[in-house]
T-cell receptor, first 113, second 109 residues
Framework: SAVISQKPSRDICQRGTSLTIQCQVD?????MFWYRQQPGQSLTLIAT?????????ESGFVIDKFPISRPNLTFSTLTVSNMSPEDSSIYLC??????????FGPGTRLTVT | GQSLEQPSEVTAVEGAIVQINCTYQ??????LSWYQQHDGGAPTFLSY????GLEETGRFSSFLSRSDSYGYLLLQELQMKDSASYFC??????????FGAGTRLFVKA
């Protein structure tokens, strides 16, 4: 298993600004994942972060908008840049423990006004 | 395209058995997982199936038929605390998991 913490848990931001979300894991992991989830909706993968290399982004997500850092095996950050109201969502980080089993952080609820 | 289909809502009474189906169409398939998410909470892993057949974990069981691209989650002896959203998810390889839209389960007394 893995215990994951995220900061901040929620935030209200003005459009045009940026927010950096932190994700901390209690053990070393190779891959970390960032998802976005609209309330009541499915989870959409933003990118996969491997320590020591550039993150891999899914279709529809670009590095300029969602830069990711992965400085070590227990930590990652996701920045939501130049925010607009459409970026209002819940952002979740996760790690893979064993095959097909992911553990998720508690999420960051972002509201952009 | 890639898609996972599951019912949007299911309602059942306490003590009953409920089955949540999931059909998938993906470019790759390594396994089918199920996650539970309570309102305001994070998704939590329930089970996965890489091979055909039934996997049982306590009150929850999960089934997979690869030839039919179909699986289901079976919840027995339903309790009020089982009211939540349930997501099926396919691991397609390359560290990528695709999630279904989720099934909201309402358990009534």
């Amino acid at each position: 298993s893995a215990v994951i913490s995220q900061k901040p848990s929620r935030d209200i931001c003005q459009r045009g600004t940026s927010l950096t979300i932190q994700c901390q894991v209690d053990s070393q992991v190779t891959m970390m994942f960032w998802y976005r989830q609209q309330p009541g909706q499915s989870l959409t993968l933003i990118a996969t972060a491997n320590q020591g290399s550039e993150a891999t982004y899914e279709s529809g997500f670009v590095i300029d908008k969602f830069p990711i850092s992965r400085p070590n095996l227990t930590f990652s950050t996701l920045t939501v840049s130049n925010m607009s109201p459409e970026d209002s969502s819940i952002y979740l980080c996760s790690v893979e423990v064993g095959q097909y089993e992911q553990y998720f952080g508690p999420g960051t609820r972002l509201t952009v006004t | 395209g890639q898609s996972l289909e599951q019912p949007s809502e299911v309602t059942a009474v306490e003590g009953a058995i409920v089955q949540i189906n999931c059909t998938y169409q993906t470019s790759g398939f390594y396994g089918l997982s199920w996650y539970q998410q309570h309102d305001g909470g994070a998704p939590t892993f329930l089970s996965y199936n890489a091979l055909d057949g039934l996997e049982e974990t306590g009150r929850f069981s999960s089934f997979l038929s690869r030839s039919d691209s179909y699986g289901y989650l079976l919840l027995q002896e339903l309790q009020m605390k089982d009211s939540a959203s349930y997501f099926c998810a396919v691991y397609t390889g390359g560290f990528k998991t695709i999630f279904g839209a989720g099934t909201r389960l309402f358990v009534k007394a």
